[in-house]
């Protein structure tokens, strides 16, 4: 199970049908979601079957399961299974720079997915530890025009909305694509009628302005009990 090593196109074959969890248009949405319901079932029918062989071989016979070619086989459904589907196509990163990574597009897609769309988001891959390690990842500078932008786009999505579960790793992407287009969107967020908006895209410009200050959560509370207060 895991991400794939392969291309750019072996990637769109498989999961090209996920570009629709984010569509504005809810029929192209519901289509997608079917799609993505129909992957992570053979994904559970897979584990289902790897972890009956796996019961088996570990009976009093002591069997070692890894020298079973069924249990094999079984391994490599479910590994091929997921690799059809989200989050699971994204577990597993190969060693290498992320920037040229062909899973690229679909790490960003699964954060825009939460971002855009959160409670079908939340309804149908919730994985709070995979949205963290992926941002964690793409915290990079360096990135293309395309990844860049999306970034950015997302980093001002999040700053408006009420916080989500590790929205706080956002911080660090936007220190990674720094720029005066983000600052302009962040400036504008912090003039917004919205409490949260202003609150949370104040926190990141300071931490922006101040790369020695850590984004811990003792430095985001402090930050939200001096603006309640302020």
């Known amino acids: 199970m895991g991400a794939a090593t392969d291309g750019a196109a072996a990637w769109d074959a498989r999961l090209g049908w996920a570009f629709g969890l ?50 094999l086989r079984a391994y ?31 790490a960003l897609l699964f954060l825009e997915w939460e971002a855009r769309f959160p409670q079908e988001w939340t309804r149908h891959a919730k994985k709070w530890g995979t949205k963290q390690l992926l941002l964690r990842a793409v915290a990079v500078p360096g990135h293309g025009e395309t990844a860049r932008t999306k970034l950015t786009d997302l980093v001002e999505i999040v700053v408006r909305r009420p916080y989500r579960c590790k929205d706080r790793e956002y911080v660090h992407v936007a220190r990674a694509i720094d720029s005066e287009d983000l600052r302009r969107r962040l400036e504008t967020a912090a003039r917004s009628d919205t409490p949260w908006a202003r609150r949370h895209a104040g926190y990141v410009l300071r931490l922006l302005d101040h790369p020695e200050v850590p984004n811990t959560i003792h430095v985001w509370q402090k930050w939200l009990a001096a603006e309640r207060t302020g």
């Open 22 to 71: 984010t569509a504005e248009d809810p029929a192209e949405r519901a289509a997608a979601l079917d799609a993505l319901a129909d992957a992570q079932e053979n994904v559970r029918a897979a584990l289902g079957r790897y972890n009956e062989l796996w019961s088996l071989n570990l009976s009093p016979a002591g069997k070692d399961p890894w020298q079973d070619p069924a249990f």
């Open 76 to 106: 490599e459904a479910y590994r091929e299974a997921g690799r059809h589907a989200l989050p699971d196509a994204l577990w597993n990163r190969p060693p290498g720079d992320i920037r040229t990574w062909p899973g690229l597009p679909y």
